[in-house]
Each structure stands twice: as C-alpha cells, then as structure tokens.
C-alpha cells in the first residue's frame, strides 16, 4: 500500500502527518530530535511504500497549522485509525471530550462501559494512532495531574494551554 506523509513543526515540536491512498488520516506523530518519527517505523514495512506528495496531505496539514494558530477548534478530516475494537471504542470516547476540557482516565473507562479499567484505558489511549485529531492529551490524572503522553509533557501542557484547559 502506498502512504503519503508530510513533516510539518508545530510551535511545540515536530509531527509527522500521514495519509492513506484515498486520502484518509491515519497518523500524527511526533517527530524525535534525529527527524524520525514512529510513522516510518510502523508504515514503512510489509512492502508498503511512504511517499511525500504534499497534495494529498493538504486537508490534514491545514486542519492543523489553523488549529495551532487558534483558529480550529474541531477537525473536519475522514480518519482511519487502525485498532482493536476496544481502543477504537475508546478513541472514539476521545473525540467527545471537548476543546478545553479535560477527563480522567477513571472517567473515560465509565464512559465506555469499563468502570474500573481506567489502566486498561490508558494503555488505549498510549496507542492513539491520530494523536492531536483525536484528543488524547486531554486525558489526565485522576487528581488533574499531567500524566504521560508520547510527545512528552511539554507538548501536552503546550496543547492543553493552546486550548485554555485548566492547568
């Protein structure tokens, strides 16, 4: 299969965007300080191909920087996260926080049918495929703390402040 990815900065670091042939959003991940991102790692086998074609990651990469410039509140992109049905389940509960809030892992697990999963949940929400899209880091502590996130908690306080979530 042929994917189509873009690198692009944002003013917390840097991400790499990816698309599939008919243009669905796959991937948003983080780019390391060597310039590589999981993205390579894990679409870059099996045969497929990356190819960067700016064209097709447009719609994405725009949704993005209008966003990071405060003015995007919600994504109108089609996605294609690819997971069990339990973290599509979850990725989905995601999506339904809103722009400047936030939840616990406790309560997204209660959201989804799983009271008491919450650890279970947070594996979930580590695997995130479309990170930012789909909000993973408005997922905190059951005490509001910051918790891990794979762009690191800088980015995550970053996109939290962007969104005027509280601290």
């Not at 042929?2 to 692009?8: A, L, R, S």
């Not at 979850?90 to 209660?110: H, M």
């Amino acid at each position: 299969m042929n994917y189509y990815v873009e690198k692009i900065k944002s003013p917390f670091g840097g991400l790499a965007v990816a698309v599939d042939e008919d243009a669905r959003l796959i991937r948003i991940d983080f780019v390391d300080a060597n310039g590589q991102s999981k993205t390579e790692r894990v679409l870059g086998t099996d045969g497929d191909r990356l190819f960067v074609e700016p064209s097709r990651t447009a719609a994405a990469v725009g949704q993005l920087r209008e966003y990071f410039a405060g003015k995007r509140r919600r994504f109108d992109l089609e996605t294609e996260p690819r997971g069990s049905v339990f973290q599509q389940a979850v990725w989905q509960e995601l999506l339904r926080i809103p722009y400047g809030e936030t939840r616990s892992y406790s309560e997204l697990a209660a959201a989804v049918g799983r009271p008491g999963a919450a650890r279970a949940v947070g594996r979930a929400v580590a695997t995130n495929p479309i990170s930012i899209v789909i909000p993973c880091h408005r997922v905190v502590g059951s005490d509001g703390s910051l918790t891990g996130y794979a762009g690191g908690l800088e980015f995550k306080k970053g996109l939290l402040a962007l969104e005027g979530a509280p601290d």
